[in-house]
C-alpha cells in the first residue's frame, strides 16, 4: 500500500470547516484513500472513501486531486466532538494485501469553542 | 443493525492468566479482523479470519496468541500466560462479503490491564 503524509495536528473553530490533507504521491491507479477517525478511548470510525471522484457523505466530503497524489478531507461545519485523531489510509480494497489497514499516525484535530 | 459488539469492554489480569477477548460482527458480515493499540501508538493489524478460517495471521505475535471464528458464535482472541507488555486495547471489525470497495467496521474494543 502507497505511504501517506499528514500533518500531526490542526485546530479548527466550532462551526468552521476542517480541511485535513494527506499526501500519497505514490498511489497506485487501483488504489483507494479512506478516511477513519478515532475519537479517544472508542474504537475507529469509518467515514469516506473514493477513488478517483470527488465524494460527499453526511459526515464529511473528499477531494481527491487529479493526479491523485493528494487529498483533502473537509468537515463542512466543525462540532466539539468532532475532535480526534483522522487517518488517511491508501488501499487496494478486496485484494490479499488490501484487508490490513495501515493507521499511521494521523492528524490530531482539535475542535475550539 | 447492531454494529461490531466486543466483551468484555475492561479485561484486568495478572500476569500468567489467560485473557479472552470476543467479537460479535455486523449481522451478515463474515469477516473478522483484529487489531492492538498499544499505549499511545497506532493500531496494528494482527489477523484475518472468515468463518472456521484464518486468512492472515502475519500481525500476531508467535507465541501466546490465538485467534478462532467459528461457525457458530463470536470471533475470540486468545492470549495466554500474559504478560505487562500485553496491556493494549483490543479492535475487532467486521466487514461483508467482499464486493466493491468493503469496508471494515470497528467496535468499542476491549481494554487489558496485565498487573
Known amino acids: 500500500d502507497a505511504k501517506t503524509t499528514q500533518p500531526p495536528s490542526m485546530d479548527c473553530a466550532e462551526g468552521r470547516a476542517a480541511n485535513l490533507p494527506c499526501n500519497h504521491s505514490t498511489i497506485s491507479g487501483n488504489e483507494y484513500v479512506y478516511w477513519y477517525r478515532q475519537i479517544h478511548s472508542q474504537g475507529p470510525q469509518y467515514i469516506i472513501h473514493?477513488?478517483?471522484n470527488n465524494e460527499t457523505n453526511e459526515m464529511a466530503s473528499l477531494i481527491i486531486t487529479e493526479d491523485r497524489k493528494s487529498s483533502t478531507l473537509i468537515l463542512p461545519h466543525a462540532t466539539l466532538r468532532d475532535t480526534a485523531v483522522y487517518y488517511c489510509?491508501?488501499?487496494?480494497?478486496?485484494?490479499?494485501?488490501?484487508?490490513?489497514?495501515?493507521f499511521g499516525k494521523g492528524t490530531s484535530l482539535l475542535v475550539t469553542p | 443493525n447492531a454494529g461490531v459488539m466486543q466483551n468484555p469492554r475492561h479485561l484486568v489480569r495478572r500476569r500468567g492468566q489467560e485473557a479472552r477477548l470476543r467479537c460479535s460482527p455486523m449481522k451478515g458480515h463474515s469477516h473478522v479482523y483484529w487489531y492492538r493499540q498499544l499505549p499511545e501508538e497506532g493500531l496494528k493489524f494482527m489477523v484475518y479470519?472468515?468463518?472456521?478460517?484464518?486468512?492472515?495471521e502475519s500481525g500476531m505475535p508467535k507465541e501466546r496468541f490465538s485467534a478462532e471464528f467459528p461457525k457458530e458464535g463470536p470471533s475470540i482472541l486468545r492470549i495466554q500466560q500474559v504478560v505487562r507488555g500485553d496491556s493494549a486495547a483490543y479492535f475487532c471489525?467486521?466487514?461483508?462479503?467482499?464486493?466493491?470497495?468493503?469496508?471494515?467496521?470497528f467496535g468499542p474494543g476491549t481494554r487489558l490491564l496485565v498487573l
Open positions: 479470519l472468515q468463518k472456521e478460517n484464518i486468512i492472515d
Open positions: 471489525a467486521s466487514s461483508p462479503l467482499f464486493g466493491l470497495a468493503e469496508t471494515q467496521y
Open positions: 489510509i491508501v488501499r487496494v480494497p478486496n485484494s490479499n494485501s488490501g484487508y490490513a489497514l495501515n
Open positions: 473514493g477513488l478517483k
